[in-house]
Every structure is written in C-alpha cells, then in structure tokens.
C-alpha cells in the first residue's frame, strides 16, 4: 500500500522555471521530511517540518506541511540544473521508535 | 570519510546463491537501518536495530537475515536469491531512532541483480 502519493512523478523543465511537487495522504504523520537523491547515491536529507502549517526555506526551495500534518509541497523557485534528481517525502511515525514511510517519489529534470 | 559505507557497491549472482551486504557507521549513531529500493524508485524500510536489538521487522521473507554485531555494524544475509531481489539496497542510521525530526544519513547504496 503506497501510503504517500506525490505528483507528479516525472517532471522536466527548463532553467529558470518553477515548480511544486506535492506529497498527500490520507494518514497523520508526527513530521514529514524531503530528501534528494541523486543516480548511485543515497537519499540525503534537506528538511523536515514537524507543525501543522508550518513553511521552511531553504534558499530556492519552499516546504510547507500541511494543517492537518498529511500532506506536504515543495516549491522550487528559478529551477537549475543543479536541482535535477529524485524528490522523496517521507511521513514519520512514531511508533515507539522512528519509522519513516517514503513516498513514490518525483523525479526532476532541469535542462540548461 | 564516509559516514555511512555500505559494500558492495555492485552485486550481480545467480538466482540460487546466498549473499551478504556489509555496512558500517562512523557517526557514533544508535540506530541503523535497511532499505530497499525497487525499479521504481519506491523506498520501503526492511529492519531495524538500536543498538543491535532488532526493533522494525517490515515482514521481510525470512531469507533475508540482518546481523548487528555491534551499533556501528548493521550486515545483510539474503539466502536462496530470487529474481524479485534483484533491487538497490540502502542502508542508513540515526543518533537515536525515537525522536520526531531525527535525520538519516544514507550509505550509497548496494545494486543487486540476479540472473
């Protein structure tokens, strides 16, 4: 069962453009985290937002978590080159110890 | 240095044949995990340990038999391979494993492929 749908799954643009990837689902998660990951490399973190509502920069990169903490957007303002890779959210849920759920990822793609 | 090194970086077997994937930790961290990653990029946890007590079992096939023996080792035997193992393995780690916006730090990944 894929617990975190993001949309879209693919996306190609060019240099300069923006763009928002979404992250839903129908469950409540503690926090939600963003990853990147580039080909033969592992995920690396870039942020993770913990309150409802909550809206985190970093640099060109807008992550917002949704009011009822089960969805999330990313929003990349003046893509690069540089951004191209795999976008993984991922709900975490504690049950005791952390368990993170990834979602079904979006791939990026940034033409110069 | 590496924070998470994970070896091999390639696998390539026969279907059949029994294999193991090593991974070690230098961050001083409680927790260490596997993951795996299918053709679809879709990334879904298979175990857990905190130090070395194994504390998430994702119902893995019990072919696959994780060995920590100790917090900054976290191994992967898989017996008797099938064709749907064929797969990117990751493993990663966190200082605790209990708090909310804990990071994971991610090894590389290990590309298996059976024939």
């Known amino acids: 069962t894929q617990l975190l749908e993001q949309s879209p799954q693919f996306l190609s643009i060019q240099e300069g453009e923006n763009l928002t990837v979404y992250c839903n689902s129908s469950s409540v998660f503690s926090s939600l985290q963003w990853y990147r990951q580039e080909p033969g490399e592992g995920p690396v973190l870039l942020v993770t937002?913990?309150?409802?509502?909550e809206v985190k920069k970093l640099k060109r990169l807008t992550f917002q978590f949704g009011d009822a903490r089960k969805d999330s957007s990313l929003h990349i303002t003046a893509a690069q080159p540089g951004d191209t890779g795999l976008y993984l959210c991922a709900g975490v849920r504690n049950t005791g110890f952390q368990k993170l759920v990834f979602g079904t990822g979006t791939r990026l793609l940034v033409s110069p | 240095d590496t924070a998470v090194s994970q070896t091999p970086k390639y696998l390539v077997t026969q279907m059949g044949n029994d294999k193991s994937i090593k991974c070690e930790q230098n961050?001083?961290?409680?927790?260490m995990y596997w993951y795996k990653q299918d053709s679809k990029k879709f990334l879904k946890i298979m175990f857990s340990?905190?130090?070395?007590?194994?504390?998430i079992n994702e119902t893995v096939p019990n072919r696959f038999s994780p060995k920590s023996p100790d917090k900054a080792h976290l191994n992967l035997h898989i017996n008797s391979l099938e064709l749907g193992d064929s797969a990117v393995y990751f493993c990663?780690?966190?200082?605790?494993?209990?708090?909310?916006?804990?990071?994971?730090?991610f090894g590389s990944g290990t590309q298996l492929s059976v024939l």
């Open positions: 961050l001083g961290h409680d927790t």
């Open positions: 937002v913990v309150t409802g509502g």
């Open positions: 990663a780690s966190s200082s605790t494993g209990g708090k909310a916006n804990e990071k994971l730090f």
């Open positions: 340990y905190n130090n070395k007590e194994l504390i």
